[in-house]
């Protein structure tokens, strides 16, 4: 089945400056990619997501890149704020298993004022 | 935008006793929803795929007859945790699939049960 593998584990930046996580997949059959941000407490809420047929996507400070050869995809966050802080999710899913969302690890991102 | 609504948001209950779980899909119709437990800073762990109409799909290590899974219409799953004991203390978590949207997912806020 999937796997999906996600690095770092914890990530610590200063207020300003940009954060990138990285994941890999297993299953080439994966064809969508989300990325969910998960508060203290609550369920994860999902942030941006990509498609295989697409190689780069932006949302204001938030970008996710997507390369299918290689099966890494990253997420970008740029001008963090601490209100950033929280555990970032990668997940990938496809047509095999019947779409489940496979999660990665996640990475706890600190911000620092 | 979707909303998966989850109820209870928490729940303690006594060592023996059944536990139910709701998972809503409220502005959409969902035939495929899923339950996910996590453990204090863990990933989440996929438990099963609820279909509607259908028996879940359970994943390997998941007891089916310790984790009922109904999901008889296209807006409500439900999980419910029989003869509970303290080590089914965890974080649940549901997520439901649009119709209309294959391949995204949305997540209900978890419901946080504690076993004493």
């Known amino acids: 089945g999937e796997n999906v593998e996600q690095h770092p584990s914890t990530l610590s930046v200063q207020e300003g400056d940009s954060a990138v996580i990285k994941c890999t997949y297993s299953?080439?059959?994966?064809?969508?990619f989300p990325w969910y941000k998960q508060e203290l407490g609550k369920g994860p809420q999902l942030i941006i997501d990509?498609?295989?047929?697409?190689g780069e996507k932006k949302d204001q400070r938030i970008a996710v890149t997507l390369n299918k050869t290689a099966k890494h995809f990253s997420l970008h966050i740029t001008e963090t704020q601490p209100e950033d802080s929280a555990v970032y999710f990668c997940?990938?899913?496809?047509?095999?298993?019947?779409?489940?969302?496979?999660f990665g690890a996640g990475t706890r991102l600190f911000v620092k004022a | 935008g979707a909303v998966v609504s989850q109820h209870p948001s928490w729940v303690i209950c006594k060592s023996g006793t059944s536990v139910k779980i709701e998972c809503r899909s409220l502005?959409?119709?969902?035939?495929?929803m899923f339950w996910y437990r996590q453990f204090p800073k863990q990933s989440l762990m996929l438990m099963a795929t609820?279909?509607?109409?259908?028996?879940?799909?359970?994943e390997q290590g998941v007891e089916k007859d310790k984790f009922l899974i109904n999901h008889a219409s296209l807006t409500l799953s439900t999980l419910t945790v029989t003869s509970a004991h303290p080590e089914d203390s965890s974080f649940y978590i549901c997520?439901?699939?649009?119709?209309?949207?294959?391949?995204?997912?949305?997540f209900g806020q978890g419901t946080r049960l504690t076993v004493v």
């Open positions: 997520s439901a699939r649009d119709i209309q949207k294959v391949t995204e997912a949305f």
């Open positions: 299953d080439s059959a994966s064809n969508y």
């Open positions: 990509i498609r295989s047929n697409v």
């Open positions: 997940a990938a899913s496809g047509n095999t298993g019947g779409f489940k969302t496979i």
């Open positions: 502005d959409f119709q969902a035939t495929t």
């Open positions: 609820s279909n509607e109409g259908s028996k879940a799909t359970y």
